[in-house]
């Protein structure tokens, strides 16, 4: 072996090896002294259309975690983006600091300038840690911006459109498990009524639904019991009730071994990201129970959907149909799951890359 080689060997900080295994095609590092903007986006793949995925800031203990949060968020937005038709590809961006006091305009607007030299390969939207303010900062130097206030001719709140998808998977998954997509008499527990969850208890309870919620928030407890007469339960005791549907839609990773064995439902739907704490061994513990899992990814599109809208001309009329096709493809996932021999999550990651592959292949020639 030659010097020089065992020279980079010994340098290596196995950066470009962990792109390499999650097969993104760029990652870029950001650093601005001035405004102490510190930032990574990671682009995984751009074969459907530019990646949009929203920018988190968060106050990560290691640059390590940062890295990994990153890889990890952009490859799912491919998967979600994918599988909703979109024509999109998949991306996210990290800001390292605490969303609290570290934030500034100047932080902002020079993150959006980074986002604006990748000529459109990168949209940014809002996420854990950054709001719509600070999407009209970065706006001001990008057009490469969605999540826009309605005001800017953005879609605004994104979350009575995830819901209704939500609502939509779990209409697929009643009709599936009882012949009948109606929630009217439907037991349903809901854990979690933030901005999604509180929106699909109101859709639910409007079809006759007997619901059941958990939060950690008295006053959100206090509104859904006032307004759709929800029983309360506290902590664990959510994953115990004895219901045919349970929707997870506060915490990701939820799905794990001890709560699995608790559940007594038919169905699991809800809006929460990465409820399967892991996504081999969970998902198919579920299929082995007999439950049907809508798959998170799919079910909670909605959001992305409306952002697409934003990027396409907004249209609520427009980003509410494309939810509704949520349905379609919740049957589809079941259909190929039960065929296979797999479990949906499983299926719905298979139908998505299939997409991908067959558009790659599209654009084989010119
Ligand atoms: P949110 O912060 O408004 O709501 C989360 C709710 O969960 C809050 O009311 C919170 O008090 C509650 N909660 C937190 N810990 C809890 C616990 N241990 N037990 C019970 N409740 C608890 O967030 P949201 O926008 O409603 O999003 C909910 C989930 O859906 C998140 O996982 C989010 O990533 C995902 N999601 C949201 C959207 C969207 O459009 N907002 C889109 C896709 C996915």
Redesign the pocket.
């Known amino acids: 072996m030659s010097t020089s080689t065992t020279t980079i060997h010994d340098k290596q900080l196995g950066i470009f090896a962990e792109v390499k295994s999650t097969n993104h095609e760029q990652v870029v590092f950001c650093n601005d002294n001035a405004s102490g903007l510190r930032a990574i986006i990671a682009i995984h793949n751009t074969v459907l259309g530019p990646g949009l995925g929203g920018t988190r800031m968060w106050n990560y203990a290691t640059e390590a975690e940062a890295l990994n949060d990153v890889l990890r968020l952009s490859r799912g937005m491919t998967y979600k983006a994918a599988i909703s038709g979109l024509n999109l590809g998949g991306a996210k961006a990290v800001i390292i600091g605490d969303a609290k006091t570290d934030k500034s305009e100047a932080l902002m607007r020079k993150f959006g300038r980074f986002v604006e030299n990748l000529n459109g390969k990168y949209i940014t939207a809002e996420d854990v840690g950054t709001t719509t303010k600070d999407m009209e900062y970065v706006k001001m130097e990008t057009d490469s911006v969605a999540g826009l206030p309605e005001s800017m001719g953005g879609g605004g709140d994104?979350?009575p459109v995830?819901a209704y998808g939500v609502y939509m998977g779990m209409k697929a998954s009643a009709k599936k498990a009882y012949g009948s997509d109606s929630l009217a008499g439907k037991r349903i527990s809901v854990?979690?009524?933030?901005?999604?969850?509180m929106h699909l208890v109101e859709l639910m309870h409007a079809e006759g639904a007997i619901i059941t919620v958990?939060?950690?928030?008295d006053e959100?407890l206090k509104h859904a019991s006032a307004a759709y007469g929800t029983k309360v339960v506290s902590g664990n005791e959510i994953y115990s009730q004895d219901v045919d549907i349970f929707a997870p839609?506060?915490?990701?990773a939820i799905l794990n071994t001890e709560n699995i064995n608790a559940l007594k439902c038919n169905i699991i739907a809800g809006?929460?990201?990465n409820q399967l704490a892991d996504e081999d061994e969970h998902g198919n513990m579920i299929k082995q129970k007999g439950f049907l899992y809508a798959p998170d990814f799919l079910v909670?599109a909605?959001?992305l959907i409306n952002v697409y809208s934003e990027v396409i001309g907004y249209n609520r009329e427009n980003a509410m149909r494309d939810t509704e096709k949520i349905y379609d493809t919740t049957l589809n996932i079941y259909s190929v799951a039960e065929t296979q021999n797999i479990h949906t999550q499983q299926a719905a990651t298979m139908l998505a890359q299939k997409r991908i592959d067959d558009i790659l292949s599209v654009r084989s020639t010119y």
């Open positions: 994104p979350s995830t854990q979690g009524i933030g901005k999604v969850g958990s939060d950690i928030n959100s839609c506060a915490l990701g809006a929460a990201n909670n909605g959001g």
